[in-house]
């Protein structure tokens, strides 16, 4: 492997070696080298999709040959903005399999990378709250099971087991009939799978260059030559972007216009308690989900805000509607004080499901559109771009996902609204 | 965010509902619209980082369909006026 080195396995001895020289002699994670005049394969975007798609070219495809370019710092978008939690627990077929697929990654992300991606399968759990609602989770649920997909649905008493601080009271505006538990579903940490991807490329090879922004694509006969950035021009035979929330803005640098809508989506986190709640909880009644973060923290996020915005702050309305949906479900947390607060950008397509693929212009692959539900996806998301550009085709679980669907179609729509991106 | 809407003056955004890019034209006719058309009409979007204009109805107000210029950047908004009549936008 060409430009490859010896990465420094972290374990327990390496731990306790370093724990001799006080922690001063680590090694540094990955380099920070300056960008060469062309590679086979440049990936836009530092986040945990295009960090990942760098190592599996590297690990799957032997092609090592890579630059990942990076307008900010790694994990600076929405890597590091959302609310972690990785499941399957889908409705439609597509997205079932991709995402398993992306779920079976994950349990074995840690070992694969030797990094701690701090993956807690603790389950995640959908209320449900009337009877249509308990029929639709058990249909949920048994789609799942058709297709070997852990799911468990648990009726008012063992949700009263499971989560006791749930509101169980006689006069619940919302009385809990049940709920659907994904057991293998969980939550992981954020930064820490972009810095473990970013090692383990960078270990194979891949040049991690960072605060270097693409200001346009150089295309020569319909085909992708490079890209000019804020650090020079830099070669390319073929080019991913992986830059979701921006990807509208990015892809209209190669001349594309794109079926996406760029939104805002708010998220929070509470002071830090002692362990209250040990699911990752999605509230069938309201716009609120939330899982306990290590440190104790409450980190809770809703819907979008509702309208385009590349922000990445909100309006007030959405936080206090949370924040009331959160009260309503479990009424013990109504003196707990927000302290952080923030939102991301959300690529929102017209289907609700994100693009992964070739696109028109040859060499330039698009793996964008993810909504709010790339964390869960990132490495499955990785893997399976990382296949298309090296085969310059779709894997069999991206294909569903094309970008002609739409002309085409064969939209992949989990809530059946049609294309109002707001509403996905 | 503070919409002036032209009726009814300066809202709070939460009275209005969104609509989306207010320069999509339907196909003028539909029976003749090409399935490129339809296809760029329903799903493709200039999705622009700055200036966008757009469309509100004033769900809790009015219940008109009005039509905003807003900054998706900075949300900035630079004036709404009634759909179709640009040129009665009201100031900020």
Same mark, same amino acid.
């Given at each position: 492997?060409?430009?490859?080195?010896?990465?420094?396995?972290?374990?327990i001895?390496?731990?306790?070696?370093?724990?001799?020289?006080?922690?001063?002699?680590?090694?540094?994670?990955?380099?920070?080298?300056?960008?060469k005049p062309?590679?086979?394969?440049?990936?836009?975007?530092?986040?945990?999709?295009?960090?990942?798609?760098?190592y599996?070219?590297?690990?799957?495809?032997? %092609?090592?040959n890579?630059a /990942?370019?990076?307008?900010g710092?790694?994990? @600076?978008?929405? *890597? =590091?903005?959302? &609310? $972690?939690?990785?499941?399957?627990?889908?409705?439609?077929?597509?997205?079932?399999?991709f995402?398993?697929?992306?779920?079976?990654?994950?349990?074995?992300?840690?070992?694969?990378?030797?990094?701690?991606?701090?993956?807690?399968q603790?389950?995640?759990?959908?209320?449900?709250?009337?009877?249509?609602?308990?029929?639709?989770?058990l249909?949920?649920g048994?789609?799942?099971?058709?297709?070997?997909?852990?799911?468990?649905?648990l009726?008012?008493?063992q949700?009263?087991?499971?989560?006791?601080?749930?509101?169980?009271?006689?006069?619940?505006?919302?009385?809990?009939?049940?709920?659907?538990?994904?057991p293998?579903?969980?939550?992981?940490?954020?930064?820490?799978?972009?810095?473990?991807?970013?090692?383990?490329?960078d270990?194979?090879?891949?040049?991690? %260059?960072?605060?270097?922004? /693409?200001?346009?694509?150089?295309?020569?006969? @319909?085909?992708? *030559? =490079?890209?000019? &950035? $804020?650090?020079?021009?830099?070669?390319?035979?073929?080019?991913?972007?992986?830059?979701?929330?921006?990807?509208?803005?990015?892809?209209?640098l190669?001349?594309?216009?794109?079926?996406?809508?760029?939104?805002?989506?708010?998220?929070?986190?509470?002071?830090?308690?002692k362990?209250?709640?040990?699911?990752?909880?999605?509230?069938?009644?309201?716009?609120?989900?939330?899982?306990?973060?290590?440190k104790?923290?409450?980190?809770?996020?809703?819907?979008?805000?509702?309208?385009?915005?590349?922000?990445?702050?909100?309006?007030l309305?959405?936080?206090?509607?949370?924040?009331?949906?959160?009260?309503?479900?479990?009424?013990?947390?109504?003196?707990?004080r927000?302290?952080?607060?923030?939102?991301?950008?959300?690529?929102?397509t017209?289907?609700?499901?994100? %693009?992964?693929?070739?696109?028109?212009?040859d060499?330039?692959?698009?793996? @964008?559109?993810?909504c709010?539900?790339?964390?869960?996806?990132?490495?499955?998301?990785?893997?399976?771009?990382?296949?298309?550009?090296?085969?310059?085709?779709?894997?069999?679980?991206?294909?569903?996902?094309?970008?002609?669907?739409?002309?085409?179609g064969?939209?992949?729509?989990?809530?059946?609204?049609?294309p109002?991106?707001?509403?996905? | 965010?503070?919409?002036?809407?032209?009726?009814?003056?300066?809202?709070?955004?939460?009275?209005?509902?969104?609509?989306?890019?207010?320069?999509?034209?339907?196909?003028?006719?539909?029976?003749?619209?090409?399935?490129?058309?339809?296809?760029?009409?329903?799903?493709?979007?200039?999705?622009?980082?700055g200036?966008?204009?757009?469309?509100?109805?004033?769900t809790?107000?009015?219940?008109?369909?009005?039509?905003?210029?807003r900054?998706?950047?900075?949300?900035?908004?630079?004036?709404?006026?009634?759909?179709?009549?640009?040129?009665?936008?009201?100031?900020?």
């Amino acid at each position: 492997m060409a430009g490859a080195r010896n990465m420094q396995r972290y374990s327990i001895f390496s731990l306790l070696r370093n724990a001799m020289s006080y922690h001063r002699n680590w090694a540094e994670a990955w380099r920070s080298p300056a960008p060469k005049p062309a590679y086979d394969v440049i990936i836009i975007g530092g986040g945990g999709h295009g960090l990942a798609t760098a190592y599996y070219l590297a690990k799957e495809h032997g %092609i090592s040959n890579v630059a /990942v370019v990076e307008k900010g710092w790694l994990g @600076g978008g929405n *890597t =590091g903005r959302n &609310t $972690t939690n990785v499941r399957s627990n889908y409705i439609l077929e597509q997205n079932s399999h991709f995402y398993e697929f992306s779920l079976k990654l994950w349990e074995k992300l840690s070992q694969d990378l030797n990094y701690n991606v701090m993956f807690s399968q603790r389950g995640v759990l959908i209320t449900a709250h009337f009877d249509a609602q308990t029929q639709a989770l058990l249909r949920r649920g048994n789609g799942m099971r058709t297709l070997g997909i852990d799911a468990v649905f648990l009726n008012r008493e063992q949700m009263r087991r499971k989560v006791p601080i749930l509101d169980f009271s006689p006069t619940a505006r919302f009385p809990v009939t049940g709920g659907l538990l994904q057991p293998r579903a969980g939550v992981a940490r954020h930064d820490a799978i972009a810095w473990g991807f970013a090692r383990g490329a960078d270990a194979r090879g891949v040049d991690i %260059i960072q605060n270097c922004e /693409v200001t346009g694509f150089r295309i020569d006969n @319909g085909r992708v *030559t =490079g890209v000019d &950035t $804020t650090r020079g021009f830099i070669g390319a035979k073929k080019i991913g972007i992986a830059v979701a929330g921006h990807t509208g803005h990015v892809a209209a640098l190669a001349g594309l216009r794109l079926p996406i809508e760029s939104h805002l989506l708010q998220a929070m986190v509470t002071e830090p308690v002692k362990p209250l709640l040990h699911v990752s909880l999605s509230f069938g009644a309201g716009h609120f989900y939330t899982s306990q973060t290590d440190k104790g923290e409450l980190v809770m996020g809703g819907d979008l805000d509702g309208y385009n915005s590349y922000a990445q702050r909100g309006n007030l309305p959405m936080i206090e509607h949370v924040a009331a949906a959160a009260v309503t479900a479990l009424p013990c947390i109504s003196r707990l004080r927000i302290m952080r607060h923030w939102a991301g950008i959300m690529d929102m397509t017209m289907d609700g499901n994100p %693009i992964i693929g070739k696109t028109p212009i040859d060499g330039l692959y698009l793996d @964008g559109g993810w909504c709010y539900g790339g964390f869960k996806a990132t490495p499955g998301s990785g893997w399976v771009f990382a296949y298309t550009i090296a085969n310059d085709r779709p894997h069999e679980l991206n294909i569903p996902f094309n970008l002609d669907r739409f002309s085409h179609g064969y939209t992949i729509d989990e809530r059946g609204v049609g294309p109002y991106p707001a509403l996905h | 965010m503070l919409i002036p809407c032209p009726h009814c003056g300066a809202r709070p955004h939460a009275e209005f509902t969104y609509g989306g890019d207010a320069t999509l034209r339907r196909p003028a006719d539909p029976a003749l619209a090409s399935d490129d058309e339809w296809h760029e009409y329903l799903y493709l979007r200039t999705n622009p980082a700055g200036p966008h204009r757009e469309f509100w109805h004033h769900t809790l107000g009015c219940e008109q369909w009005i039509e905003v210029a807003r900054d998706t950047v900075s949300h900035r908004i630079d004036g709404a006026a009634p759909v179709g009549r640009a040129s009665e936008r009201r100031p900020r």
